[in-house]
Each structure stands twice: as structure tokens, then as C-alpha cells.
């Protein structure tokens, strides 16, 4: 079992920089591939960014290629998401997750544990 706390959400303003926070228990974290997916209201949840057990494999989706940055630490069992020049389109609830393969996926469905989310809210 992993048990996943995100935290870092909060009210910005366009442009500015967020970094949520990730943090896992358990002592098998670094076999973990981790993701990052989002889900504004009225829509599916959706992929963001993932990560490999190392970290030496990342995977972003379109929209935030450039701007966002996931890296882990598995020293601290905790995966982080970096976002740069926020848009109000990034306005969402974020969810970190854990995925018991080495190698990175995408879909919802292939993830095996799930945080409780944090709100992200960007005005324009």
C-alpha cells in the first residue's frame, strides 16, 4: 500500500509559478513510476506529466510542455511538479499517482494509488 498526500495548490495570479508537493509513505517508493494528472469541473481527469522510478524518463502532455517540471526525490519519498507562467486553463484540482510498472504511462486506469488532490486556481 502507498498512501499519497499532495499540498502547494493555492489562488495565483496568470504568470506566476506554483510547485505541488507529493509526498508518499511506504519503503518501496523508488519502484514506483509517478503522475501527475488534472481535473477542472465538468471534465475528465487528465493526464499531466509522469515520471519514471528513477527519474530518468519524463512525459508531459502538450500543453504544458516547457512550462511544468516533474522530478522526484526518493530520498524524501516525495515527487514534485513545477509550474511555470501559469494560464487560467491550468485551473484544476491535481492529483499525484503511483503506478507499480518501471516504465511511464498515461491513462488514468494504469495507476494503482491516488492522493486526495490539491486545488490549483490561476486568474487571469
Known amino acids: 500500500q502507498v498512501q499519497l498526500v499532495e499540498s502547494g495548490g493555492g489562488l495565483v495570479q496568470a504568470g506566476d509559478s506554483l510547485r505541488l508537493s507529493c509526498a508518499a509513505s511506504?519503503?518501496?517508493?523508488?519502484?514506483?513510476?509517478m503522475g501527475w494528472f488534472r481535473q477542472a469541473p465538468g471534465k475528465e481527469r487528465e493526464f499531466v506529466a509522469a515520471?519514471?522510478?528513477?527519474?530518468?524518463?519524463?512525459r508531459y502532455t502538450e500543453s504544458v510542455k516547457g512550462r511544468f517540471t516533474i522530478s522526484r526525490d526518493n530520498a524524501k519519498n516525495t515527487v514534485y511538479l513545477q509550474m511555470n507562467s501559469l494560464k487560467a486553463e491550468d485551473t484544476a484540482v491535481y492529483y499525484c499517482?503511483?503506478?507499480?510498472?518501471?516504465?511511464?504511462?498515461?491513462?488514468?486506469?494504469?495507476?494503482?494509488?491516488w492522493g486526495q488532490g490539491t486545488q490549483v486556481t490561476v486568474s487571469s
Open positions: 499517482a503511483a503506478d507499480r510498472v518501471s516504465f511511464i504511462t498515461t491513462a488514468t486506469e494504469d495507476y494503482d494509488y
Open positions: 511506504g519503503r518501496t517508493f523508488s519502484r514506483y513510476s
Open positions: 515520471i519514471s522510478p528513477t527519474g530518468g524518463s519524463t
